[in-house]
């Protein structure tokens, strides 16, 4: 859609169906008026809220233990990967393998070390901050009914103001 303003004064939007190959001006009021009707439709109960905000806290705290349990694995692998690495240097300075053997050996073991640390990356950090966005999201989603409305009505008291 595209505003376009008519006589100076009236804005409309223009929506350009495809399907239809048919071009439809929408006054700028008519468009608002849905909106108006349709944001004092949504609503979020407290109890809701409330819900919802304990739901997304049980659900990221129980993500947290479990990955406490994988960061756990994942340190342990990361050790005996370390230990691995070690031994291949090891035996390279004994004799026991040559330069290339080595070279692969521990390209092999970096690529898993990394694939563990990008694992590692991913896991859970601290679900106090998530649950704190998450409640600010939830707050702003059950507030935005009230928000759009109060700027509607001080945008509609500006255009009085002035005599639009």
Do not use: W
């Not at 303003?5 to 009021?29: F, M, N, W």
């Not at 990394?114 to 590692?120: F, G, I, N, T």
């Not at 679900?127 to 999201?137: A, H, M, W």
């Amino acid at each position: 859609m595209m505003g376009d303003t008519k006589k100076g004064r009236y804005l409309y939007y223009v929506h350009k169906c495809p399907d239809a190959g048919k071009q439809v001006s929408i006054p700028e009021s008519k468009i608002a008026e849905y909106f108006d009707s349709e944001m004092k439709r949504i609503s979020m109960s407290e109890e809701f809220y409330s819900d919802l905000k304990e739901i997304f806290k049980s659900v990221l705290q129980e993500k947290e233990s479990s990955s406490d349990h994988e960061k756990k694995v994942i340190f342990s692998k990361l050790a005996n990967l370390n230990i691995k690495k070690q031994r291949f240097y090891d035996l390279f300075g004994e004799g026991g393998i040559d330069a290339a053997e080595l070279r692969d050996q521990i390209d092999r073991i970096n690529l898993h070390i990394k694939s563990l640390e990008d694992s590692k990356s991913k896991l859970v950090e601290n679900t106090d901050s998530l649950i704190l966005r998450i409640s600010r999201i939830l707050e702003n989603i059950r507030n935005m009914p009230k928000i759009y409305i109060s700027s509607q009505d001080e945008k509609k008291s500006r255009h009085s103001q002035r005599g639009d």
